[in-house]
């Protein structure tokens, strides 16, 4: 069935350092992408997401590029910020699309020191 | 933007004894609403897809007898935990989806049975 991975956490980087959260998926087709992301305290919010292969999501300086030869989802941000301080969410849509239903990997504990 | 709110936030019982999670959206509405369930270190899984006006559909493995699901109006689904256990500890995050590419999720809720 389909499923998500994402690397395991804690990840703690000084401010301003460069960010890569791997994220890989096995799905059957080719199902929308997306990275949420937790703020202590709050609700799962979405950051970018991806509906084909090759797309690029976007949103606050972070990307991820939908690869479908490598089935993978990377998120990455330039410069993090301590204000990035959160837990990182892959999901993909299944098992088929336009259900609403996410699977999610383990998700990643980001901590940025000023 | 759209909240989407759980009461309560967290919920100490005893074994044995019921407990009903809200889920609220609070300025939208919402036909669907999906609940998760997270333990500590793992990633969310889907539980069930609340049905406003119809009955919830489970997902594969999960007690509907166990954890009942109500959809009393468009701006409201309860989850109900009937005798619970200590195996049924966990984190509690509900979400609603106001359009069809779009999810907001609620803050969750932590249960915690003695």
């Known amino acids: 069935g389909n499923s998500v991975t994402q690397m395991e956490g804690p990840v703690t980087l000084s401010e301003e350092a460069f960010l890569t959260i791997n994220c890989t998926y096995t799905?059957?087709?080719?199902?929308?992408l997306f990275w949420y992301v937790q703020y202590p305290g709050e609700g799962l919010q979405l950051l970018l997401k991806?509906?084909?292969?090759?797309d690029k999501g976007s949103n606050k300086g972070f990307e991820a590029t939908y690869r479908k030869e490598t089935t993978s989802f990377h998120l990455e941000k330039g410069s993090v910020q301590v204000s990035d301080s959160a837990v990182y969410f892959c999901a993909l849509e299944g098992p088929t699309s336009n259900t609403g239903k996410l699977i999610f990997g383990q998700g990643t504990t980001l901590q940025v020191k000023p | 933007g759209a909240v989407v709110s759980q009461h309560p936030s967290w919920v100490i019982c005893k074994s044995g004894t019921s407990v009903k999670i809200e889920c609220r959206s609070l300025d939208f509405q919402a036909t669907t609403m999906f609940w998760y369930r997270q333990f500590p270190k793992q990633s969310l899984m889907l539980m069930a897809t609340?049905?406003?006006?119809?009955?919830?559909?489970?997902e594969q493995g999960v007690e509907k007898d166990k954890f009942l699901i109500n959809h009393a109006s468009l701006t409201l689904s309860t989850l109900t935990v009937t005798s619970a256990h200590p195996e049924d500890s966990s984190f509690y995050i509900c979400?609603?989806?106001?359009?069809?590419?779009?999810?907001?999720f609620g803050p969750g809720t932590r249960l915690l049975v003695l």
């Open positions: 799905a059957t087709g080719y199902p929308s």
């Open positions: 979400s609603a989806p106001p359009g069809q590419e779009t999810q907001y």
């Open positions: 991806a509906t084909k292969a090759d």
């Open positions: 609340s049905n406003e006006g119809s009955k919830a559909t489970y």
